[in-house]
């Protein structure tokens, strides 16, 4: 048995799929099959059961769970005893509004809770600016709605949000069952395009009407900005339910509405940082944005 493997038992546990372990952890999905299969051979246990709709521990699975998790913070807490005290460590995080505002204050108290010895940073910056902040090597980690496919990163599953039509409560609209022809002629209050959200919501438009442009009557790049225009019932828009206030009203329209996955992005073989994003996994599990 190896430490690895334990931890990559862990991530199948925390994603439930080995297709998604697969992807967080950098590895194709039949190296990972073969380092589970080796570890259930050590042990002399099936660990899990696969089935179409993901995969369940065994009872000896379960039980494996429990102890490789006490292992694993155990062997983190023995790399923080060994760090070398001298200046304080400075970990820095590139990250959207959305997860600025609604996910990133409880992560930071708690990440200050677990390593009182380092100093964390947070930017909040765009999609783009993400990318590069990570790419140049300005931030250690990237809270983005977008995987960074290049071969010297890894994403790793990290929460989910819902992207919707909202309106004011005030609206008529609110309350009401609403389709997709009654919203089309209303004006719409949209985020700067490049932004993630104004890319979602231009692919919602264009799958349910070819070449239709919306009557955009505000566009900032703001998201309290957006929600303040939204409560004031200066039209609709989209927003993620991360950010739906007591005056707003979301429109639950199925061919409206998206879900979208959060990665945690770094780049890969940085062990100094291993610790640290096995701590903000650990937190999105149990307290999650969606």
């Not at 080995?18 to 002399?44: D, K, Y």
Request: glycine share 6%; aromatic share 8%.
């Amino acid at each position: 048995m190896e430490i690895r493997q334990l931890k990559y038992f862990i991530e199948i546990c925390r994603t439930g799929s080995f297709s998604f372990a697969a992807e967080s952890l950098g590895l194709t999905q039949p190296a990972l099959s073969q380092q589970i299969r080796l570890l259930e051979r050590g042990l002399g246990a099936v660990l899990f059961v696969r089935s179409r709709k993901g995969v369940t521990l065994t009872t000896s699975g379960e039980v494996l769970a429990l102890r490789a998790r006490e292992i694993l913070h155990e062997v983190q807490e023995l790399e923080r005893a060994v760090v070398f005290r001298g200046k304080p460590r400075i970990v820095s995080f590139a990250v959207g509004e959305a997860l600025a505002t609604h996910f990133v204050p409880k992560l930071i108290f708690e990440l200050r809770q677990k390593f009182p010895e380092t100093q964390f940073r947070v930017v909040e910056s765009n999609l783009s600016e993400i990318r590069n902040a990570l790419r140049d090597g300005k931030v250690d980690f990237a809270l983005t709605p977008e995987a960074i496919r290049e071969k010297s990163f890894k994403n790793q599953y990290l929460v989910e949000d819902t992207i919707l039509p909202v309106v004011s409560v005030d609206d008529e609209l609110a309350g009401q069952s609403v389709d997709w022809q009654k919203l089309r002629q209303r004006e719409w209050i949209l985020f700067q395009r490049g932004s993630a959200i104004r890319k979602l919501s231009d692919a919602i438009f264009a799958e349910n009407e070819k070449r239709f442009e919306p009557r955009v009557s505000i566009e900032l790049r703001s998201l309290a900005g957006v929600v303040q225009c939204l409560e004031a019932g200066l039209g609709v828009g989209f927003i993620s339910d991360l950010s739906l206030t007591s005056r707003l009203a979301p429109l639950y329209i199925p061919k409206l509405t998206r879900k979208r996955r959060f990665f945690l992005a770094q780049a890969k073989h940085n062990d100094s940082m291993q610790n640290v994003g096995e701590a903000i996994l650990h937190f999105a599990a149990g307290h999650g944005a969606g």
